[in-house]
């Protein structure tokens, strides 16, 4: 069988996780503003990308209509909301490449969630589990050296990326229960609805938060940066891995979702200067196996939704 047909859906998912991981990159170059006004452009302008997109599709209006009078979508996209607030707020005190591995940590705090409620663990789950906890150690560790104003804003800002993954967790749960019995909820709609939510009470307070005027958004450099963290780290991804995750399997996604902390570090290295050490490297690569370790179907269970 030819392997032509999954030539896209691979070249959409390598595209999202290349847009993840632009996304630390664009926060760390806009140092000037404040995490809500990141947060109100990032969702304002992917609302703004997203609406001649529904507006084409006709029938989607219908659906969007019903689920924005369903209180699960609406708590669905708040949460996700949330995940946006805490990730700018975790790039902007922590290293991109260390953000984005916690925020990877969602299917280890699931393991460890199933463990505490007594839910039994397969032998796969208990060494993939193991591996990323011990790799987490690892590359943590050596970061810790320093004074201890480096340290704390450092812990702080993977505890705003622990609380990513958290979100993403409770999202991800709710999304696959809610969605077996909403048949009109779809990533495309759902996001849709979070940037329109997240713009709608971001923005306001912004506005009244900040003392920049619309003139210092529109120059070259900072314009630019913004529109791609709102299009190429926020649309994009979310469009591009709805259709991956639509056409491969789930063991073959995951394995193209575990390349954004791989772009996120490289991407970070040569715009950012951030460098990895020996030890953050072995880290990191535990820290990968056992995700995907964690996320692989086994014969016994069913498949995890990412």
Known sequence: MSDSPRLLPLGSGCLAALG????????????????LEVLSMRLGIAGLVMLPILVVRRPLWSDLRMLLKDPLTVLLSSLMVLYYLFAVRAFQLAPVGDVVLVVGLSPL?????????????????????????GGLVLFVLPKLQGNSDDRLAYLTGLGFALLSAVTTLAYASLFKSHGAKQPRLTPVLVAFITFAIGAIWSIPLACLSTSLRLNDLVQPPVGMIILGLGVISTVMPTLCYSYAAQHL??????????????????????????????????????????????????????????
């Open 20 to 35: 993840w991981g632009l996304t630390g990159t664009f926060i760390k170059l806009m140092p000037q503003f404040s995490t």
């Open 109 to 133: 705090l699931g393991l460890a969630a199933k463990a505490c409620l007594r839910q039994p663990l397969t032998a796969a789950e208990g060494i993939g589990g193991a591996i990323a906890f």
């Open 249 to 306: 399997s789930p063991i073959l996604t995951t394995a193209l979702n575990l390349m954004t902390p791989i772009f996120a570090a490289a991407i970070a290295a040569v715009w950012l200067g951030e460098q990895l050490s020996g030890w953050n490297i072995v880290g990191a690569l535990l820290i990968l196996t056992g995700i995907l370790t964690l996320s692989v179907p086994h014969s016994s269970g069913k498949a995890q939704a990412h």
